[in-house]
């Protein structure tokens, strides 16, 4: 089987506007992380800008407070389980958790945290600030590097065209599926 | 025709999670308008907190920072046409934007601002926060109220069993649409 290819995405707001989940890659070195945020939104088309909102107790947190860095990655419905199970367990408790996700680590080309290779797109993000909100905080970082699987993106848009499968979480392991556009006149 | 029924929700962070596209009504008194925000996202489930990306140059925009409320109304494939209309004329341009758009007056509870009858749920906010972000704010805010159809919500989240379809923006005139959940075992 021919390897998946993807492309360079220079849109990369539009490959989060439409407000799937995203599963959060971190790391450095010899230890990394993943996490599930369904709280994500665009904030800026130039530069372009993310915020995902982060739990402080996460493992996670500390990762992104100390290197300044993640990986966004988007799942299709094929890896729904991965988006829940990520959260089932903490990174405190588990020695690798692509490991245990059975998902793959992908090399990133501006940051030092891994993208997951099962992913549909990819961004490579740069902290650029982080606001308190309790319990959690409130992550903004610029979008330095986007890529998404060249079947399921076209004319700067997500191409629903080839079978694509978009997950939002809903709500405990639940998800809304979208696998359709439709074009206002 | 009966009306339609609505239910008032308690987690409304959860009408807000799957990433669907929102209407916001700003407005008091003799003078509304109405705007589309494909970026927004919560931020807290207690208080209910949301967040919403703003242009410093919209017409709207005066009514957050001056009254500090706002309607947040979530559509459906029904009325994405008045999703898109809603960004193509600015309100210091026209009259009345609900009456161009179509759209009808429902009186809030909370607030002041109307919301959006032709709406499958509605929230009412009062602004906590503004944050710069450049030609636009994020406009960070507390969800005092929140009801959604009652066909449409269920034990706690969206219901896709009678034809529910939520609208997600992908750019230009394009939505994606989500008209099915599934559950991850």
Redo the contacts between chains.
Sequence with gaps: MAATQFCKIN?PH?LI????VAIISVGIGDKDNLFSV???????KEPP?V?I?CGKRHYSYQFINETGEFGMNIPD?TI??Q??NAGKISGFDVDDKFDHLGLNRQKSEKILAPLVREAIARMECRVSRI?D??S?V?VIAQILRAEAREDYWKD???N?GSGLQ?????????????E??????
Tied chains: 1, 2.
């Excluded at 506007?17 to 799937?20: E, I, K, L, Q, R």
């Design positions: 849109e539009r506007t439409p407000g799937s369904a709280w994500n939104m665009p904030l800026r800008m915020a909102l419905a729904a389980k988006v829940i606001d909100m309790g959690s409130l700067g848009l997500w629903f978009l997950i939002h979480h809903m709500g405990g392991n639940k998800f809304a599926v979208s359709k556009s439709i074009t206002v006149e």
